[in-house]
């Protein structure tokens, strides 16, 4: 069975189902296959899940800082009950249903390159269907969990992010490897929600070590007035588990193992290339698919083949996935009109800035563009200022005891901003003012007429064109 199509998308999660969207809205047919289930990592895996896991962890503290108040135990079954509700119970119907009423259709099956604008799915019948497209193929198929090379981690069958998202209940005791986001924020939603014993072993000297130092040291302090143990400069060195899901001993270099009932790998992840057919196209199968800034592949005859979102290595997250999709989209209906290749406003050139991200813990982290040491490493002659969040009045009216910072890295030759992070509670609203400010390259002397509201925690920015000197 053979079909053909303008574009033909491998992978239906949000890049995915944004380029086929954005590619019939130009005018073209398209397809898009699917494996698993449609709406991909974040809607049932990831983004969405743990934010529902980590909501009543947070609104609890919340609630712990105001007067007045009183905190209850968390229903842990309410919260699951929720989180299923969130990932409609693992049923991609209505995903389907959108991604057909763009129009667009929809294709059930693992689908692989097999040579130029060629792809084959093999279908859950055990079945192939051979599609083709006339304009481009588009790899979406985004990224899986990296577990490293620690002797018997594999067999012991550690979580990943899927296992810990879609936990059916929450583990007495819990072992997470890792102290990056997904480490931290699942970490704290266990912990939160019932773990009577959460230990993180972390390779580094701290947690989020890619971000601003202080964001990570007040995590961290958060983390140890929870009682939950983070660990520095360890690693696990074996991990045993004698019997399937029984109880997991992970043996450190120094000092006593650590026993828990289930052990989160949260090491990082990599492009999902395997088995996708790229060798079939020239390209190694190994790596993250290299594109320009239209999401066109490098090194691939004929220009027909583009990936957008995680498995093209730029930017491992949902959102910059879905606006590199847009641009995508946008360029290949544009390109199969004939239209120059010199596209000013559809290609993906926020890449370069550093994409906003936050971790949704309690304090939440989060922050745009470069940081200092980023900055500086990339040559701008840079200074940097700081403002502690505690001092401005809408912050201390969201309850005793908040603590937070905010720091702005500022490129001195232009004076505008390079970076902007956050640290606080509720501080994730603060995020996209810093990113407007940051990608539109706002001068400071522009920025200081965009008067916050009082009394906001939105105050600090004043405070902080104040402490640069504006």
Not at 60 to 72: I, K
Not at 225 to 240: K, L, N
Not at 278 to 299: K, Q
């Amino acid at each position: 069975m053979s079909d053909e199509f303008d574009v033909i998308v491998i992978g239906a999660g949000p890049a995915g189902e944004n380029v086929a969207q954005r590619a019939v809205r130009g005018g073209l047919s398209a397809a898009v296959v699917e494996e698993r289930l449609a709406g991909g990592e974040c809607s049932y895996w990831a983004c969405i899940p743990s934010k529902a896991l980590l909501r009543p962890v947070e609104l609890a503290a919340d609630v712990s800082r105001v007067p007045g108040l009183e905190v209850g135990p968390i229903d842990t079954r309410a919260v699951l009950a929720r989180r299923d509700e969130a990932v409609s119970r693992y049923d991609d119907a209505g995903q389907v249903g959108w991604i057909e009423s763009v129009p667009a259709t929809f294709v059930r099956g693992r689908g692989r390159l097999d040579g130029p604008r060629r792809v084959v799915v093999d279908t859950p019948d055990g079945g192939e269907r051979v599609l083709t497209a006339r304009h481009a193929v588009v790899l979406a198929t985004g990224s899986v969990a990296s577990v490293p090379p620690v002797p018997g981690l594999r067999e012991a069958e550690p979580w990943t992010s899927h296992e810990v998202t879609a936990a059916s209940s929450v583990p007495d005791r819990l072992a997470v490897i890792g102290g990056g986001v997904v480490g931290c924020e699942m970490a704290q939603a266990m912990h939160g929600l019932g773990a009577r014993q959460t230990t993180m072993l972390v390779r580094g000297g701290g947690l989020l070590e890619r971000m601003e130092p202080f964001a990570g040291e007040l995590l961290a302090e958060s983390f140890a007035a929870a009682g939950i143990d983070v660990r520095p400069h360890t690693s696990a060195e074996r991990v045993e588990r004698p019997e399937p899901g029984g109880k997991v001993t992970v043996h450190l270099p120094e000092g006593p193992p650590i026993e828990a009932d289930e052990v989160l790998v949260a090491t990082g992840r990599r492009p999902a290339t395997k088995g996708l057919g790229l060798e079939s196209v020239g390209l190694p199968a190994d790596r993250p698919v290299e594109v320009d800034d239209s999401l066109r592949a490098t090194g691939v005859d004929g220009g027909w083949l583009y990936a957008v979102g995680d498995v093209n290595g730029r930017n491992l997250l949902t959102h910059m996935g879905k606006y590199q999709a847009r641009a995508c989209g946008d360029v290949i209906a544009a390109r199969a009109r004939g239209e120059a290749d010199d596209l000013p406003g559809m290609r993906a050139v926020a890449d370069g800035f550093g994409p906003p991200q936050v971790v949704f813990t309690d304090p939440q982290i989060c922050s745009v563009g470069r940081t200092e040491s980023a900055a500086r490493e990339a040559g701008f002659r840079v200074r940097a200022v700081e403002y502690d969040l505690a001092d401005v009045s809408g912050a201390y009216l969201l309850g005793d005891g908040y603590r937070g910072r905010a720091k702005a890295v500022v490129d001195e030759d232009r004076k505008v901003l390079l970076g902007v992070t956050f640290a606080g509670p509720g501080t994730a609203e603060l995020l996209h003012s810093a990113t407007v400010a940051v990608t539109g390259e706002v001068p400071l002397e522009r920025l200081w007429h965009a008067v916050p509201s009082f009394p906001t925690v939105s105050e600090v920015w004043l405070r902080l064109l104040e402490a640069y000197g504006l």
